[in-house]
């Protein structure tokens, strides 16, 4: 096992599935391209072969699978099915929706249970300007399906001054209605971002904001979370829960467990460095060949972490997964 001075150690793997993606939201993608097909992507039996030595060489236990937008690629169908065989504690995916009631029969037979659905407005005008792609209809009737389907859902929303704060209670409603559980996700200097401070400061809303704002209407008090969660987690007494996922304001470096695993076969220790290590030659060589230069080069990611705080990085969400 390899654990760094602060005790951490990666327990929790993210696979972007693809780069593609059929939205093109204004803070993580800078040229509002959708869809540009990524050069060199993994197959879908390198990447699965990628997760089964990651086990055993890091100690991964659960994997959240996304990108880009996972249900665009191809390659779901198989990954699905062979990553479903690896023995983890836990699968689970990060989508925009989109094509959720399309694949959910898919996803539903390859035994994923909990899903993590981005959605930063009920708006249908600001949904196409935030997002710029897709349809807003699509998402909410994908949803309702979810639901009756039994899965357990969190949805995601990036919270944008100017953009979609009168969206914050709605959104919030909309969740304790149906039983899902709203995560806030402070904007992150990533991509573009990183380079444009001004952009960045305009559009950050903060933690401290948004609890004032939801405490306008609702009494809530914080909830547990497991050591190592993102997630601040906050209870509405009989009504539900909801999460700020506060890297600015509260940030979690210190306990972070994440280890990225990108489409192209590049690990990421740190959303914040901009140090990445390839890998995906080694995930068509045999176990014995690949394992001890992998740990090698986990050693290299494990020390790729912040100490303290997230400072941003230049990579665009989308290639590292989000
Ligand atoms: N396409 C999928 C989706 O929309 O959930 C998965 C990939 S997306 C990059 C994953 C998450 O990253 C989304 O919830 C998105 O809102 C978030 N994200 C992207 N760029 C971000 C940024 N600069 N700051 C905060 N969250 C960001």
Same mark, same amino acid.
Not at 53 to 82: C, N
Not at 159 to 177: A, F, S, T, W
Not at 243 to 255: M, Q, Y
């Given at each position: 096992?390899?654990?760094?001075?602060?005790?951490?150690?990666?327990?929790?793997?993210?696979?972007?599935?693809?780069?593609?993606?059929?939205?093109?939201?204004?803070?993580?993608?800078?040229?509002?391209?959708?869809?540009?097909?990524?050069?060199?992507?993994?197959?879908?039996?390198?990447?699965?072969?990628?997760?089964?030595?990651?086990?055993?060489?890091?100690?991964?236990?659960?994997?959240?699978?996304?990108?880009?937008?996972?249900?665009?690629?191809?390659?779901?169908?198989?990954?699905?099915?062979?990553?479903?065989? /690896?023995?983890?504690?836990?699968?689970?995916?990060?989508?925009? &929706? #989109?094509? !959720?009631?399309?694949? %959910? *029969? =898919? $996803?539903?037979?390859?035994?994923?249970?909990?899903?993590?659905?981005?959605?930063?407005?009920?708006?249908?005008?600001?949904?196409?300007?935030?997002?710029?792609?897709?349809?807003?209809?699509?998402?909410?009737?994908?949803?309702?399906?979810?639901?009756?389907?039994? /899965?357990?859902?969190?949805?995601?929303?990036?919270?944008?001054? &100017? #953009?979609? !704060?009168?969206?914050? %209670? *709605? =959104? $919030?409603?909309?969740?304790?209605?149906?039983?899902?559980?709203?995560?806030?996700?402070?904007?992150?200097?990533?991509?573009?971002?990183?380079?444009?401070?001004?952009?960045?400061?305009?559009?950050?809303?903060?933690?401290?904001?948004?609890?004032?704002?939801?405490?306008?209407?609702?009494?809530?008090?914080?909830?547990?979370?497991?050591?190592?969660?993102?997630?601040?987690?906050?209870?509405?007494?009989?009504?539900?829960?909801?999460?700020?996922?506060?890297?600015?304001?509260?940030?979690?470096?210190?306990?972070?467990?994440?280890?990225?695993?990108?489409?192209?076969?590049?690990?990421?220790?740190?959303?914040?460095?901009?140090?990445?290590?390839?890998?995906?030659?080694?995930?068509?060589?045999?176990?014995?060949?690949?394992?001890?230069?992998?740990?090698?080069?986990?050693?290299?990611?494990?020390?790729?972490?912040?100490?303290?705080?997230?400072?941003?990085?230049?990579?665009?969400?989308?290639?590292?997964?989000?």
């Amino acid at each position: 096992m390899i654990v760094d001075r602060q005790g951490r150690r990666f327990r929790n793997l993210r696979i972007s599935l693809t780069a593609a993606c059929n939205y093109a939201c204004t803070y993580c993608v800078p040229d509002g391209k959708r869809l540009v097909a990524a050069q060199d992507e993994l197959s879908a039996e390198a990447m699965v072969r990628g997760v089964a030595y990651l086990i055993e060489a890091a100690g991964i236990e659960r994997l959240r699978i996304t990108g880009g937008e996972p249900l665009v690629s191809p390659k779901l169908d198989v990954f699905l099915r062979e990553v479903g065989r /690896l023995g983890l504690a836990e699968i689970s995916l990060t989508t925009n &929706g #989109q094509l !959720l009631s399309r694949k %959910l *029969p =898919l $996803l539903l037979e390859s035994g994923i249970r909990r899903l993590n659905v981005s959605l930063d407005t009920l708006d249908t005008n600001a949904f196409r300007v935030i997002a710029r792609g897709g349809d807003l209809a699509s998402v909410l009737a994908g949803l309702e399906e979810a639901r009756a389907a039994g /899965l357990k859902i969190k949805l995601n929303m990036v919270p944008l001054r &100017g #953009q979609n !704060l009168n969206q914050v %209670l *709605p =959104l $919030l409603d909309y969740c304790l209605e149906r039983g899902f559980e709203l995560r806030f996700i402070e904007l992150m200097r990533m991509g573009h971002l990183a380079r444009d401070g001004n952009s960045f400061l305009q559009q950050f809303v903060g933690m401290p904001e948004l609890l004032s704002m939801i405490g306008e209407r609702y009494s809530f008090a914080q909830a547990d979370a497991p050591l190592d969660a993102t997630a601040l987690r906050y209870e509405i007494p009989q009504q539900g829960f909801f999460g700020v996922i506060a890297n600015e304001s509260v940030p979690f470096c210190r306990t972070c467990s994440r280890l990225r695993l990108s489409s192209t076969g590049w690990l990421h220790g740190c959303l914040s460095s901009s140090n990445r290590h390839y890998v995906g030659d080694l995930l068509d060589k045999p176990r014995h060949q690949a394992l001890p230069a992998l740990q090698r080069l986990l050693v290299k990611a494990l020390g790729d972490k912040q100490d303290v705080a997230f400072s941003g990085g230049v990579t665009v969400m989308k290639i590292i997964g989000g």
